[in-house]
Every structure is written in structure tokens, then in C-alpha cells.
């Protein structure tokens, strides 16, 4: 099913992968003049994930060095002096030996890298006692706080003092803490580094999130500009194609969405692809066989997302389809809502939004379906690794093979690698919306349905105002000719009016002479030059258009009338205004030129409209004044002063006028008659009127529905 070309959606099954990289490739294209400012912030969310991999592993080395710190006694005694050469040997880098020469001691950090096998061996013989100790440096504070305890403790060679931890809990709250001073300074210092790598990690995410919104802003500012470039340039067939509401949501949802996914897709994909491969690396690096327990939800994690987002993107699609529905109803709707409520429609249309509305309502569910059985499922896989953790790693803290801080890091290393799986949800969706509405911009920028510039522009060395159609043919379908075989010259200054029933071709003639279109055959002639070889720029500014539909800007009145241009000033915009007989109503505004008008000229009548259009026309001091049915939708009173006006014009400018009215066209130097893409007649009101032909007809028949 194509969605796309209904409804501005991206079609059934179109963005597979090699598309999307297609896609980012281009979307990479616009990021090249940000490169550094996207490599910085990039580089800031490498810094940004080192830091938030150190919170685990501090809390790992408060727990295992100051909070939990303990000594075990081996006694050399039970070996022979064969196993002694072997322990030796083996470990004897782990330990640490008494100053009587009889026993040694071993940390129970270094206690889990002894071999497993010989740790059962040594603990079965009890070689490495049960009993943990403390070890404690020998300052005058220590002594003190040990003399009270009235028994000596083993002292190792370097002369700190191990104390059993059994001692250590008949002593007061006062001695513990003078004995193990140097852990809760230990304890301190890890906190305030904690403390350091929070803020810098929280200084680095705003520099981070300033930096990349600082390349998307700029990037997305570029796309939107290129975009309405492009809009611009196309010809009036693609605006004849394309809604109004389509063109305006390329330019801003569209472009928005693309935005949100460099911010929050993109970048955080970055992130998450680091951090997990540093989670990888340190739990492998904490204890590879709790790793290995750790992974042992990987692959079924893996064929989960897999499943879960072929299917979540095909409950999106269709969610989507769902919304470009529903807008293009209500845009109708509300559009033509005078219609529905003339006809007393609105029951229908109610019943229609409702069968819509509910269709959108089925593909929600759908998708919400979709996350509501996957985010219970990762919270579920979440939640069963801890499970397996505390069970597996909580039997090898028992035993001494592992470090209870080791195990608390574990258990947050886990939780932390689960959180980018679990965010995928919302990623997915902003990822789809964002490459959809991709596709959709890069295809409007494809499109080129243009009037191309002249490699080799011309300018005849005089602009008179010299018109000539040369054998021109044209047609919109092709096998469907609008203009048949058109031939007919104007002299400068000429005023020549155009008549013909609806349909015969004369808004096509009007938008050839301002090249909106260019001809199939034949050649228009400006002054000598085939108007494909005027820039358009040049050729716009010497043909001025006035058509039967106004369209009047939100702004003031003398903005409307100079459209912004440089060259015009304001005496140039009182003289037009005064030669469109526009000025008396400006005048009588309150603000005169300065009146602000709202969209759409809704302020003004129809008649200030089409005049203040003819003073527009002819502002920029045209050479062909074109006039498109510009009289019909005014009244008698506006129509004598327009009428005036060209009057005026007359002599100076070359003038075409499409009309019906015969007061319009009576007084022109020659009437064109047309009739199925073809001139038929051609002359005076008088000489067409004594024909009886084409003209005397059309005339006759406005005549008889006059009197009716």
C-alpha cells in the first residue's frame, strides 16, 4: 500500500536498511559544516559516559577497601616446607607475613585470585582461618585505643597491627572510630570524588547538550532554508499537485523531526553503543565468570528487540497512516466547513470523522500493545539478572571468592546496561518518525519541477514592450493541448484584450507571457529576446501580473505594494498607489500606508483589495502590465477607477487585459478572440461585432443574461 503519495507518508516497507543509510549519508552531508562543533559534543559524551561508569566502581572500592576491609590468617604451621615453597611460589606476591615468621596474612581482596581449587584445599585444612582481622596503622592513637583492649594482636612486618574484628566490637563507638580513622577518611575521599565526578559529569552534559543543539539548530536551519529555496523555485504545476498543509509540514514538523532524531537518537545511540561496551569491559575485567552469568539473557534479549521492532515499526506505520488521515479530513472539513453547515452536512461528516477517528484509535492500541507486553519483559530480564546475581554472586561472597563491593558494583553495572535497552522504545518511535519524515524532505528536494535559468541569459538593448507569440503550443497532459498554433505580435504601448469562453485558454496564454510555464513548441518573443533566454528576475520585473484572485500579506499597506524590494521607496509607492486610483481609500485608513492588514486582507473589501493588487502591478514600473480578469469581482464604482487608470497606463505600457465585461475591453486597440486553444478572430469591438461571428455571439449571449 503507498502511503506516501495519499496522504505525505512514507510507503509500505520502503525504509528498509540500506534506504536509511541512504538517508543518514545525505542527512551526514549537512552535518559537514559542524563537524567539529558534533565531534566536540561527541567527545564531551565519551567524558560524560567514563564518568557515569566510575559510580559503580567507587561505590565498589568504599565497599571492598574502607567499609568491609579484612585480613585472614594462614598458618604455616600446617605446611610443610614443600607446601610452603609452593604457596610461595604461587602466591606469595598476595602475601603479607607476621613478624613471628609463623603465620601470614592475605586480604580479602587478593583472597579471590587464588586458584578456587586451592582455596577449598586451604580452608578444608584450615590453612586460611575464618577468623577476618583489621589491619590498623601503629600511631599513637591506635595504640591507645588497642591498649585498652588488655591483649596483644599480631603485628606484620611493616609493624601495622591486625585486629580481629571480633575485638573490634567489644570496644566503644569512640575506639572504632580512633581505629579506623584511616577508613572513614578513605570513606570520605571517595565520597567527594563521587561528589567531583557528579558535577563534572553534570558541567559536561550541559556543554554536551549546548554543543549538539548548537549543530542541530544550525544544521536544521540550513535544511529548512535549502528547502523553501526549493520550494520557491518550482514551477506553479508542482503547487497545483501538492496541498498547502503538505508544503507547510515539510518545512516545520518535518524538519523538527529530524532535529529531535540527531538530538535524541543519533547521539544517545553513540552513548548507549559506548557505555554498554564499557560495561562489557569492566565486568569482564571485575570477574569474567560473573560476567559470564551476567550475559546468559543476551541472546534472548537480542531476539527480542529483533521481534519487537519489526513489529513495533509496522504498528507505527500504521498509526501514522492513521494521523495523515485524520489531518487531511479535518483540514477539508474545517476548510469547507461553510459547505457542511449550508447543507446541514454535519451529521455525516461527524459519522465519518468518528469511523476515522476510531480506526487511529485501533492502530494506538496496536502499538501500545506492542510496548506494554516489551517494557514489562526488560523489566522482567532486568530484574531476573539481579535475581541470578545476588544467587550466584551472593554464594561466592559467602565463600570468599568474591567481594560483597564487587558484587554491589555488578548489580549496578547491570541495572545500568539494561536502561539504554529499555529507552529503545522511545528511541524507535523517534527514529521512524524522524527517517520518515526525512525520506519526505529529501524527496521534495529531488523533485525538480522548475523553470530552468538561461545558461547564457540575454537583454535586448532597449525594452520597448514588443510582444510576439511565434506558432506557440502548449498542454499541461501530454495529448491534451491547451494552446493550439499560437501567433500574434503587440506593439509597444498597445493595450490588447483577450475573450474567449471559459476553458478556451486565456490564464495559460497570460502565464506563458510571465513564464511560469514554457511552451511545448514555438517561441514568445520580449524586444526581440525568446523569454527562455531572460533571467526570470529581469523578466518578472518587466511583466507585471494582475490577477482576478488577490492575495494580500499580513503586514502594512506599503508592504503589500513593494513586496519588500529595495528599489522601491515610498514616493515610488504613493505614485503607484495613485496611478492604481488607490491612494483616496489608503488615505482615509488610519494609519494610511502605515496600516497594518490582516491575513488574507480580510480588513479590506474586495474592491481596496483588487485595487491595492493594480497599485502592486505597478510598482515596479512595468513594460507589460498584465490585467487577468482583474476587473470581475468589483464593483461598477472600483471598475471605473481601474479603468482610469489604464486609461492612463495606456500610452506608456504594453497592456494584455483578459475580461468579460464589455465596457473593459471595448476601448482596447485590438480584441483577440479565442476558442479551443486557438485565436479565431481578431480586431476592434466594432470590426468583431459587424463579423457576427465568435465574438458577436459571446457578447449576444452576456447581453441576454444581463436582461435576465
Known amino acids: 500500500m503507498s502511503v506516501y503519495h495519499e496522504y505525505g507518508y512514507m510507503e509500505e516497507g520502503k525504509l528498509g536498511k540500506p534506504y536509511?543509510?541512504?538517508?543518514?549519508?545525505?542527512?551526514?552531508?549537512?552535518?559537514?559544516?559542524?563537524?567539529?562543533?558534533?565531534?566536540?559534543?561527541?567527545?564531551?559524551?565519551?567524558?560524560?559516559?567514563?564518568?557515569?561508569?566510575?559510580?559503580?566502581?567507587?561505590?565498589?572500592?568504599?565497599?571492598?577497601?574502607?567499609?568491609?576491609?579484612?585480613?585472614?590468617?594462614?598458618?604455616?604451621?600446617?605446611?610443610?616446607?614443600?607446601?610452603?615453597?609452593?604457596?610461595?611460589?604461587?602466591?606469595?606476591?598476595?602475601?603479607?607475613?607476621?613478624?613471628?615468621?609463623?603465620?601470614?596474612?592475605?586480604?580479602?581482596?587478593?583472597?579471590?585470585?587464588?586458584?578456587?581449587?586451592?582455596?577449598?584445599?586451604?580452608?578444608?585444612?584450615?590453612?586460611?582461618?575464618?577468623?577476618?582481622?583489621?589491619?590498623?596503622?601503629?600511631?599513637?592513637?591506635?595504640?591507645?585505643?588497642?591498649?585498652?583492649?588488655?591483649?596483644?594482636?599480631?603485628?606484620?612486618?611493616?609493624?601495622?597491627?591486625?585486629?580481629?574484628?571480633?575485638?573490634?566490637?567489644?570496644?566503644?563507638?569512640?575506639?572504632?572510630?580512633?581505629?579506623?580513622?584511616?577508613?572513614?577518611?578513605?570513606?570520605?575521599?571517595?565520597?567527594?570524588?563521587?561528589?567531583?565526578?557528579?558535577?563534572?559529569?553534570?558541567?559536561?552534559?550541559?556543554?554536551?547538550?549546548?554543543?549538539?543543539?548548537?549543530?542541530?539548530?544550525?544544521?536544521?536551519?540550513?535544511?529548512?532554508?535549502?528547502?523553501?529555496?526549493?520550494?520557491?523555485?518550482?514551477?506553479?504545476?508542482?503547487?497545483?499537485?501538492?496541498?498547502?498543509?503538505?508544503?507547510?509540514?515539510?518545512?516545520?514538523?518535518?524538519?523538527?523531526?529530524?532535529?529531535?532524531?540527531?538530538?535524541?537518537?543519533?547521539?544517545?545511540?553513540?552513548?548507549?553503543?559506548?557505555?554498554?561496551?564499557?560495561?562489557?569491559?569492566?565486568?569482564?575485567?571485575?570477574?569474567?565468570?560473573?560476567?559470564?552469568?551476567?550475559?546468559?539473557?543476551?541472546?534472548?534479549?537480542?531476539?527480542?528487540?529483533?521481534?519487537?521492532?519489526?513489529?513495533?515499526?509496522?504498528?507505527?506505520?500504521?498509526?501514522?497512516?492513521?494521523?495523515?488521515?485524520?489531518?487531511?479530513?479535518?483540514?477539508?472539513?474545517?476548510?469547507?466547513?461553510?459547505?457542511?453547515?449550508?447543507?446541514?452536512?454535519?451529521?455525516?461528516?461527524?459519522?465519518?470523522?468518528?469511523?476515522?477517528?476510531?480506526?487511529?484509535?485501533?492502530?494506538?492500541?496496536?502499538?501500545?500493545?506492542?510496548?506494554?507486553?516489551?517494557?514489562?519483559?526488560?523489566?522482567?530480564?532486568?530484574?531476573?539478572?539481579?535475581?541470578?546475581?545476588?544467587?550466584?554472586?551472593?554464594?561466592?561472597?559467602?565463600?570468599?571468592?568474591?567481594?560483597?563491593?564487587?558484587?554491589?558494583?555488578?548489580?549496578?553495572?547491570?541495572?545500568?546496561?539494561?536502561?539504554?535497552?529499555?529507552?529503545?522504545?522511545?528511541?524507535?518511535?523517534?527514529?521512524?518518525?524522524?527517517?520518515?519524515?526525512?525520506e519526505r524532505i529529501f524527496q521534495f528536494m529531488d523533485q525538480r519541477e522548475e523553470i530552468p535559468e538561461p545558461a547564457h541569459p540575454l537583454m535586448p538593448p532597449k525594452i520597448r514592450g514588443h510582444l510576439v507569440f511565434n506558432q506557440v503550443s502548449f498542454s499541461y497532459e501530454k495529448g491534451h493541448p491547451v494552446l493550439r498554433d499560437i501567433s500574434f505580435e503587440v506593439e509597444p504601448g498597445e493595450t490588447v484584450a483577450i475573450v474567449g469562453v471559459t476553458g478556451s485558454g486565456k490564464t495559460t496564454l497570460m502565464n506563458l507571457v510571465e513564464r511560469f510555464h514554457d511552451p511545448n513548441e514555438g517561441v514568445i518573443y520580449l524586444d526581440g529576446v525568446d523569454l527562455r533566454d531572460w533571467t526570470k528576475a529581469e523578466l518578472r520585473n518587466n511583466v507585471s501580473l494582475c490577477m482576478q484572485d488577490v492575495f494580500i500579506f499580513s503586514g502594512n499597506v506599503a508592504d503589500n505594494i513593494s513586496l519588500g524590494r529595495k528599489d522601491i521607496d515610498a514616493g515610488d509607492i504613493e505614485q503607484a498607489a495613485r496611478m492604481a486610483n488607490a491612494l483616496p481609500f489608503i488615505q482615509r485608513l488610519e494609519h494610511g500606508f502605515q496600516q497594518e492588514i490582516a491575513e488574507g486582507g480580510s480588513t479590506l473589501s474586495v474592491g481596496e483589495r483588487q485595487l491595492l493588487s493594480f497599485a502592486r502591478a505597478l510598482a515596479t514600473r512595468p513594460t507589460v502590465l498584465i490585467l487577468d480578469e482583474a476587473t470581475s469581482s468589483v464593483d461598477p464604482e472600483t471598475e471605473r477607477l481601474i479603468q482610469e487608470a489604464i486609461s492612463r497606463m495606456a500610452l506608456k505600457k504594453t497592456t494584455l487585459i483578459v475580461a468579460h465585461r464589455p465596457s473593459t475591453i471595448q476601448s482596447t486597440n485590438r480584441i483577440l478572440v479565442m476558442h479551443n486553444g486557438r485565436i479565431v478572430e481578431q480586431g476592434t469591438h466594432k470590426a468583431l461585432m459587424a463579423l457576427r461571428g465568435t465574438y458577436y455571439k459571446l457578447n449576444m449571449l452576456r447581453n441576454d443574461t444581463l436582461s435576465l
Request: proline content about 3%; charged content about 20%; aromatic content about 12%.
Open 20 to 438: 536509511n543509510l541512504r538517508l543518514l549519508n545525505r542527512l551526514a552531508h549537512y552535518a559537514l559544516p559542524y563537524r567539529k562543533i558534533i565531534l566536540k559534543g561527541l567527545f564531551l559524551t565519551v567524558l560524560i559516559t567514563l564518568c557515569d561508569l566510575t559510580f559503580p566502581y567507587l561505590s565498589k572500592i568504599a565497599i571492598d577497601r574502607y567499609i568491609l576491609s579484612g585480613w585472614y590468617r594462614i598458618d604455616l604451621g600446617h605446611l610443610t616446607n614443600l607446601e610452603i615453597k609452593d604457596l610461595s611460589s604461587r602466591y606469595g606476591n598476595l602475601l603479607r607475613k607476621a613478624k613471628d615468621g609463623k603465620s601470614g596474612y592475605i586480604s580479602h581482596l587478593n583472597l579471590k585470585k587464588i586458584d578456587p581449587t586451592d582455596l577449598h584445599t586451604y580452608r578444608a585444612r584450615h590453612i586460611i582461618s575464618s577468623e577476618r582481622f583489621y589491619r590498623t596503622e601503629p600511631d599513637a592513637q591506635t595504640r591507645e585505643a588497642i591498649g585498652h583492649m588488655g591483649k596483644p594482636f599480631p603485628v606484620m612486618d611493616d609493624g601495622s597491627v591486625l585486629v580481629s574484628y571480633d575485638a573490634l566490637k567489644s570496644l566503644p563507638k569512640e575506639g572504632i572510630l580512633k581505629i579506623r580513622s584511616s577508613d572513614l577518611q578513605g570513606v570520605t575521599l571517595v565520597g567527594l570524588i563521587f561528589l567531583f565526578f557528579l558535577l563534572f559529569s553534570f558541567a559536561l552534559s550541559c556543554a554536551q547538550y549546548y554543543l549538539l543543539e548548537l549543530a542541530g539548530q544550525n544544521m536544521m536551519q540550513d535544511i529548512r532554508l535549502r528547502l523553501f529555496k526549493r520550494i520557491q523555485s518550482h514551477a506553479l504545476t508542482f503547487f497545483n499537485r501538492h496541498p498547502l498543509g503538505r508544503l507547510v509540514t515539510r518545512v516545520t514538523n518535518d524538519i523538527e523531526n529530524l532535529n529531535e532524531m540527531f538530538k535524541s537518537v543519533i547521539v544517545t545511540i553513540f552513548k548507549d553503543f559506548f557505555i554498554l561496551t564499557g560495561i562489557i569491559v569492566v565486568l569482564l575485567y571485575l570477574n569474567w565468570r560473573l560476567a559470564t552469568v551476567s550475559f546468559a539473557f543476551l541472546p534472548l534479549i537480542f531476539v527480542l528487540t529483533s521481534l519487537f521492532s519489526s513489529t513495533a515499526r509496522d504498528a507505527f506505520r500504521e498509526l501514522r497512516v492513521t494521523v495523515a488521515r485524520i489531518n487531511a479530513f479535518l483540514q477539508e472539513r474545517i476548510t469547507g466547513m461553510r459547505v457542511i453547515q449550508l447543507f446541514a452536512r454535519e451529521g455525516l461528516q461527524r459519522d465519518i470523522f468518528a469511523q476515522i477517528n476510531h480506526e487511529n484509535y485501533l492502530a494506538g492500541m496496536k502499538q501500545i500493545r506492542v510496548f506494554a507486553i516489551f517494557m514489562p519483559v526488560m523489566e522482567l530480564f532486568s530484574s531476573l539478572a539481579v535475581a541470578l546475581l545476588i544467587w550466584y554472586g551472593g554464594g561466592r561472597v559467602i565463600d570468599e571468592r568474591l567481594t560483597l563491593g564487587s558484587l554491589v558494583a555488578f548489580i549496578g553495572y547491570i541495572q545500568m546496561f539494561f536502561k539504554p535497552i529499555r529507552d529503545i522504545s522511545e528511541k524507535y518511535n523517534i527514529m521512524q518518525s524522524a527517517m520518515a519524515s526525512t
